[in-house]
């Protein structure tokens, strides 16, 4: 099992995808190697800086001499600069010399750089990012969250198929459940465009084919509150409600943290129950999921948040390892090839 | 300065709308009457379990036979039962005996209602409700919360200039700060619809005529973080993301809760610094604001939220009540046809 990171990637680069290759080197034994891409002097530097030695079989640094910067335009970029840390480290998995990618890097570079180098499974007409949501009964994909702004209701099909085989592969749900994100509960709630993907989603479950259960229209409390395992939406309302989501969750921490040091006896308060505040800030955050498989694409490709931690690349290495160990692709192939029939 | 009540609409209903007009009655004196809109014993029960005289002159009782339940289709719902409380209740508002019609009922059939009975404001093709947020700023309002699904470009140029004047004459903001919902900041992220209306909304800014300035696209975090007064969207994403957002802050509540009572020693923390939990729990409510105006409508309509509490419902009544005294619609009907000029 080998993992090609992208060492240039995220607002903290590379500090945070050393010390997670680091962690993750240290927890996993299954990790044979880590690709670390990206400037070499950088990246040397840094390991000797976070102790993490160079020569040991389990570390390769590929230099990459390119950096695709978050707020560059993704699809444009990847072609422009070819030889960055994101081709780069993509090529390893095209060549077949890594069996995952890695990055924490621009999204929109990820996801062209991923559809143009590996291509896309037989079936699959757009790739989905799958962003895991702390669910009250397990982990809730939100899919797709931004891969594909402007998707067609014949695209959420797929990624109903797609994102229940990751539930059921990776996280082990025997019925997964998807439903439709909307403005209503009820049936008859939504868009043109929702109403069509109902359609399409009821008719397939109705046929008895489908790998999934499909429950019809949600809203965002299911997110966290209902037995869920992938929301569909499209690509452009998944992003805005993963980052509205998280606005919520940092703007009530910080006002959390504010109403908590406003007085004397409240900051006591806060010191005795300090235990509370960092469990919830860990189920919240995105540390803990850390990475969202883009899914469709033919190999294992992993998103992770442009803020993360090192922890949250260590956890996207993990996520990558388990697509991999799981065989998430070759179950999404056999799933398309079966319903074709 | 008179208000017509749908008594009926809501979870809590009528209890909620009751307690809710007691309040309002109690604090706001420029309230002449509430008339208290839906079954006539059901509300005189209530009236009489709270302790409210339905002989005061500021008090009358509107019976309506029937109700919109908060699952039903709206607009069809709205056109079948006639004699339904926000029907009763809105034509008070056409007829002139009320300044402002406030429901926390079916939001579907409020703003159906509304549209059929007022009409829309001369230059308005779609009306939009403005749910206000916390913002660190002040109060930024989402626009179109959910009355307008699959809005058009031109939708939202008009909700930017009934949104600002929103912002300028009741929150006394002098130069608001419209911003367009995206997946992204920069100037080329977004869909074909919002990109559209990127290029609608910069050329009005352009042209020196916007009542107000274009910030461009923004994401989740500005809804909390940015001094904004409007943020634009479809109806459909409005919708998706205030509810998400409501679900974040309501599942982190529930975590904390769970976690500070995981053990006696963290209860004890907990109870010390009890007024920062209240404190943060306020600031998230919506019942602080209460009420969202429906925008673009030949008359002052609140929506409240369907789990509205008396607080939320007084408060529901409060913006209803400022809507009226500084001259909203007046003001949006000149600013319209300024900028036709």
């Known amino acids: ?14 500090a945070v995808n050393i010390g997670g290759a680091k962690e993750a080197l240290e927890l996993y034994p299954s990790i044979e190697k880590i ?25 390769a640094i590929v230099h990459a001499p390119e ?55 037989e079936g699959v007409d757009r790739a989905g990012i799958a962003s895991g949501l702390p669910n009250e009964h397990g982990i809730c994909h939100l899919l797709d969250a931004g891969a594909n702004p402007e998707a067609k209701p014949e695209h959420l099909l797929v990624y109903a198929i797609m994102g229940s085989a990751f539930a059921r592969h990776v996280l082990g749900v025997k019925h997964p459940k998807v439903g439709l994100m909307s403005n209503g509960e009820e049936d008859e709630k939504g868009t043109t465009f929702t109403k ?10 109705d046929s008895g084919k489908a790998p999934f259960d499909f429950v019809g229209n949600v809203e965002g409390h ?9 929301v569909l ?21 910080k006002w959390l943290k504010k109403e908590l040091t406003a007085n004397a006896v409240r900051m006591i308060g806060a010191k ?17 999921y850390g990475g969202s498989p883009l899914l469709g694409v033919n190999g294992v490709v992993i998103i992770a948040h442009g803020g993360s931690t090192a922890v949250a690349v260590r956890n996207a290495i993990r996520v990558g390892m388990e697509t991999v160990q799981h065989r998430v692709n070759p179950h999404i192939e056999a799933t398309l090839q079966d319903v074709k029939r």
């Open 67 to 121: 950096v695709i910067g978050m707020a560059e335009p993704g699809a444009k970029t990847v072609r422009r600069k070819k030889q960055s840390s994101i081709n780069v480290a993509m090529d390893l998995v095209k060549a077949g010399e890594a069996d995952a990618f890695v990055s924490a890097g621009n999204t929109g570079a990820a996801v062209a750089s991923a559809t143009i180098k590996l291509r896309l499974i």
């Open 233 to 253: 939406c499209d690509g452009f309302t998944g992003n805005v409600v993963l980052k509205s989501c998280e606005a919520t969750a940092k703007a009530m921490f």
């Open 272 to 288: 005795i129950a300090k235990g509370a505040f960092v469990a919830v800030k860990e189920r919240a955050s995105a540390e803990s």
């Open 196 to 205: 069509e993907t109902f359609a399409l989603l009821k008719g397939f479950a």
């Open 1 to 14: 099992m080998k993992v090609a990171l992208d060492a240039m990637g995220g607002d903290h680069a590379p």
């Open 222 to 230: 299911d997110l966290f509150e209902t037995q869920l395992d992938v």
């Open 35 to 59: 690709f670390l891409v990206g400037d070499e002097d950088a990246i040397r530097a840094e390991c000797q800086k976070q102790g993490l030695s160079t020569t040991s079989p389990r570390i």
